[in-house]
C-alpha cells in the first residue's frame, strides 16, 4: 500500500508562486511515476503533469506549460509542483499520484494511488 501526502497549498494573489509537495510512503518511489492532477470548483479532474522514472522526464498540460515545473527527489521519497504564474483559473484542489509502472501520462484511471489533495486558491 502507497501512502501520499500532498502539502503547500494555500491563497496567492495572481502572478505569485507556490510550490506543492508530495510525500510518498510503502515501495520504492524511484521505480514509480508521478502524476499531479487537479480539480477545479465544477469542472471535472484534469492532468496538470507528470514525471517518470527518469526526472529528465516530464510532461504538462498545455495550459501550465512554461509557467509549472515537477521535480522529484528520490532520496526523500517527493515529488514537488512548482508553480509560478499562478492565475486565478489555477484555482483547484491538487492531487499527486503513483503509477506502478512507470507511467506519468494524462490518463487518471492508470494510476493506482491518489493523495487526499491540497487546496490552492488564487486571488485576482
Known amino acids: 500500500q502507497v501512502q501520499l501526502v500532498e502539502s503547500g497549498g494555500g491563497l496567492v494573489q495572481a502572478g505569485g508562486s507556490l510550490r506543492l509537495s508530495c510525500a510518498a510512503s510503502?515501495?520504492?518511489?524511484?521505480?514509480?511515476?508521478m502524476g499531479w492532477f487537479r480539480q477545479g470548483p465544477g469542472k471535472a479532474r484534469e492532468f496538470v503533469g507528470g514525471?517518470?522514472?527518469?526526472?529528465?522526464?516530464?510532461y504538462y498540460a498545455d495550459s501550465v506549460k512554461g509557467r509549472f515545473t515537477i521535480s522529484r527527489d528520490n532520496a526523500k521519497n517527493t515529488v514537488y509542483l512548482q508553480m509560478n504564474s499562478l492565475k486565478p483559473e489555477d484555482t483547484a484542489v491538487y492531487y499527486c499520484?503513483?503509477?506502478?509502472?512507470?507511467?506519468?501520462?494524462?490518463?487518471?484511471?492508470?494510476?493506482?494511488?491518489w493523495g487526499q489533495g491540497t487546496q490552492v486558491t488564487v486571488s485576482s
Open positions: 514525471i517518470g522514472r527518469s526526472a529528465s522526464s516530464t
Open positions: 510503502g515501495r520504492t518511489f524511484s521505480n514509480v511515476g
Open positions: 499520484a503513483v503509477e506502478n509502472g512507470g507511467y506519468s501520462g494524462s490518463t487518471a484511471a492508470v494510476y493506482d494511488y
